[in-house]
């Protein structure tokens, strides 16, 4: 079975500060996204990783995923407070017989001024 | 058009109700797909429509039931909800690749439902 895990899973962090948000998954996928949602709101795309070495890049954010690690990073750079928001990692499992997009338990930032 | 379209926004219902839940998007994607979140966490996979063909998650009960009358257009049918079904229900749609072929499927998720079963 698949299974996502992200660290921390709360953060709070001093704008113009940085920091990496961790996400694990279980299984060989090549196909890694990120997800942010505001409180109250539905979920927008922020990346779409599809390779081992894959970086990307938005304002301060970056993601990076190692494929043979299993890993992704999400890292924000000289933080600010539009930031403030619940960034989720999904995978797709290899596996299954269908496109079954598999979500972390998320990670609750909050940059406080 | 690249929204995907939720109605309702909000539904309150009793135990014995019957209601429905919709969603459609016009992006001529392939697959459809219905999220449940409960607060503070991540969306969990309920029902896949991709390809004309659906696919369960088998933790979910049968008192949740999909409906894809055209490949815009993913229902999902409430009966005899318990007060614990209640939460942010969450649509979304894609282009998957397959897996063969190389390339993203990203998810287009609409505003949601917010139900609360009394």
């Known amino acids: 079975e698949l299974k996502v895990e992200q660290n921390p899973l709360f953060l709070s962090m001093q704008e113009g500060k940085n920091y990496t948000i961790y996400c694990n998954y279980s299984?060989?996928?090549?196909?890694l996204y990120w997800y942010r949602q505001d409180p109250g709101k539905s979920l927008e795309s922020l990346f779409v990783?599809?390779?081992?070495?894959a970086v990307k890049q938005e304002g301060r954010l970056m993601a990076s995923l190692d494929t043979k690690a299993r890993l992704s990073t999400l890292h924000i750079t000289a933080a600010v407070h539009d930031l403030s928001a619940t960034y989720f990692c999904?995978?797709?499992?290899?596996?299954?017989?269908?496109?079954?997009?598999?979500f972390g338990p998320g990670t609750s930032l909050s940059v406080i001024p | 058009d690249t929204e995907v379209t939720q109605t309702p926004k909000h539904l309150v219902m009793g135990m014995t109700n019957k209601k429905s839940l919709k969603c459609e998007q016009h992006?001529?994607?392939?697959?459809m797909y219905w999220y449940k979140q409960k607060a503070k966490k991540p969306p969990e996979l309920m029902f896949v429509?991709?390809?004309?063909?659906?696919?369960i998650n088998e933790s979910v009960p049968s008192r949740f039931s999909p409906e894809c009358p055209n490949s815009s257009l993913l229902n999902l049918h409430l009966h005899a909800l318990q007060p614990e079904d209640s939460a942010l229900y969450l649509c979304?749609?894609?282009?998957?690749?397959?897996?063969?072929?190389?390339?993203?499927?990203?998810?287009?998720f609409g505003a949601g439902s917010r139900l609360t079963v009394l």
């Open positions: 979304a749609s894609s282009s998957p690749p397959g897996r063969l072929l190389s390339g993203a499927n990203v998810l287009t």
């Open positions: 299984t060989t996928s090549d196909r």
């Open positions: 990783l599809l390779s081992n070495g």
């Open positions: 999904a995978v797709e499992g290899a596996e299954t017989s269908y496109d079954k997009v598999i």
């Open positions: 992006m001529g994607h392939r697959a």
């Open positions: 429509y991709s390809y004309e063909k659906l696919s």
